[in-house]
Antibody
Framework: EVQLVESGGGLGQPGGSLRLSCVASGFTFSGYWMHWVRQVPGKGLEWVSGIESDGSKAKYGDSVKGRFTISRDNAKNTLYVQMNNLRAEDTAIYYC?????????????WGQGTLVTVSS | QSALTQPASVSGSPGQSITISCTGT?????????VSWYQQHPGKAPKLMIYDVSNRPSGVSNRFSASKSGNTASLTISGLQAEDEADYYC??????????FGGGTKLTVL
């Protein structure tokens, strides 16, 4: 059974940093692109970042480019996102998601999410 | 990258069909065959319902179908059931090599 379990959420200070983790199990983690998607509670979804299966390529949404860094450790089956220079608008539930069967925009498995709150 | 445009809400009675539109631009929906649709129930993670414009993942009911014309993609749910009441989101690949979601549509089954 595919499982994605996020952790690392909590309260962050404006201008501060947090690192989220997502531990994967039940599939060959090193064979898939992985992504982070966030959602302000009660609002819509926003794609944050994605990373290629071997970690060689990473992509970012405009709102986090230059502040967030996605990475992965295939030996530990773990996806990360380092969030620096946090802003109030980064407050959201952060989901990790596995690339799906299609060509580019589909995520077939999602974690349960971890809540990040940015506030002083 | 601006969000794709979806109606805020749609509604229908059990057994009826509804369609949710998702309008983008020639730089995203209109350019690529990479449009997906997600269903999200309150407090739950999104669920993939459609990928690559019109393909259903294994296990998704054939009451869900989708298509694309020009810059607009559409999701149709036929034979509405109470369990279909949820939020629905579209997403598309973009010419900036990123992904963009729609704002979401709340489906109410009357």
């Amino acid at each position: 059974e595919v499982q994605l379990v996020e952790s690392g959420g909590g309260l962050g200070q404006p201008g501060g940093s947090l690192r989220l983790s997502c531990v994967a199990s039940g599939f060959t983690f090193s064979g898939y692109w992985m992504h982070w998607v966030r959602q302000v509670p009660g609002k819509g979804l926003e794609w944050v970042s994605g990373i290629e299966s071997d970690g060689s390529k990473a992509k970012y949404g405009d709102s986090v480019k230059g502040r967030f860094t996605i990475s992965r450790d295939n030996a530990k089956n773990t996806l990360y996102v380092q969030m620096n220079n946090l802003r109030a608008e980064d407050t959201a539930i952060y989901y990790c998601a596995r690339d799906g069967p299609g060509g580019a925009t589909d995520f077939d498995y999602w974690g349960q999410g971890t809540l990040v709150t940015v506030s002083s | 990258q601006s969000a794709l445009t979806q109606p805020a809400s749609v509604s229908g009675s059990p057994g009826q069909s509804i369609t949710i539109s998702c309008t983008g631009t020639s730089s995203d929906v209109g350019r690529y065959h990479y449009v997906s649709w997600y269903q999200q129930h309150p407090g739950k993670a999104p669920k993939l319902m459609i990928y690559d414009v019109s393909n259903r993942p294994s296990g998704v009911s054939n009451r869900f179908s989708a298509s694309k014309s020009g810059n607009t993609a559409s999701l149709t749910i036929s034979g509405l059931q109470a369990e279909d009441e949820a939020d629905y989101y579209c997403t598309s690949f973009t010419s900036s090599d990123t992904l963009v979601f729609g704002g979401g549509t709340k489906l109410t089954v009357l």
